[in-house]
C-alpha cells in the first residue's frame, strides 16, 4: 500500500524557513516522481514543485524558484522540501504526492496537472505571520 506522510510544518514569521519531509512508503522513490503541492484557503491547489530521482530532474513554479530546493534521500525514501524567505502568501497546507505512472519526468506540464499524480499525502499546515 503506497503511503505518503509529511511533517515540518508549522507557524514561522515572513522572512524565516521551513522543512518539510514526505517520507514514502510502500514504493520505491527511484521510480516515481513526487511532487510537492499547497492549498490556500478558498484557492485550487498549486503545483510547486517536483523531483524524478530516476533520472536527477527537478523542476520549480516561479512562485518559489529561488526560495524552495527539492531534495531526496532515497536510503530513507523521503523527499524534503526546504522554504527558505517564506511570504505571508505562503500560508497553505503543503501535500506531497506520488506521481501514478512509473519513471515519469518531473517537468513544468507534470507539476502543472494534479490529476497525474494518484496517492496523496494528510497534509501538513505552515502558516506565515506578517
Known amino acids: 500500500e503506497v503511503q505518503l506522510v509529511e511533517s515540518g510544518g508549522g507557524l514561522v514569521q515572513a522572512g524565516g524557513s521551513l522543512r518539510l519531509s514526505c517520507v514514502a512508503s510502500?514504493?520505491?522513490?527511484?521510480?516515481?516522481?513526487i511532487g510537492w503541492f499547497r492549498q490556500a484557503p478558498g484557492k485550487e491547489r498549486e503545483g510547486l514543485s517536483c523531483?524524478?530521482?530516476?533520472?536527477?530532474?527537478?523542476y520549480y513554479t516561479d512562485s518559489v524558484k529561488g526560495r524552495f530546493t527539492i531534495s531526496s534521500d532515497n536510503a530513507k525514501n523521503t523527499v524534503y522540501l526546504q522554504m527558505n524567505s517564506l511570504k505571508y502568501e505562503d500560508t497553505a497546507v503543503y501535500y506531497c504526492?506520488?506521481?501514478?505512472?512509473?519513471?515519469?519526468?518531473?517537468?513544468?506540464?507534470?507539476?502543472?496537472?494534479?490529476?497525474?499524480?494518484?496517492?496523496w499525502g494528510q497534509g501538513t499546515q505552515v502558516t506565515v505571520s506578517s
Open positions: 504526492a506520488q506521481i501514478t505512472r512509473r519513471l515519469s519526468r518531473c517537468n513544468s506540464l507534470v507539476i502543472g496537472t494534479t490529476d497525474l499524480f494518484g496517492s
Open positions: 523531483i524524478s530521482t530516476s533520472d536527477g530532474s527537478t
Open positions: 510502500g514504493f520505491t522513490l527511484d521510480d516515481y516522481t
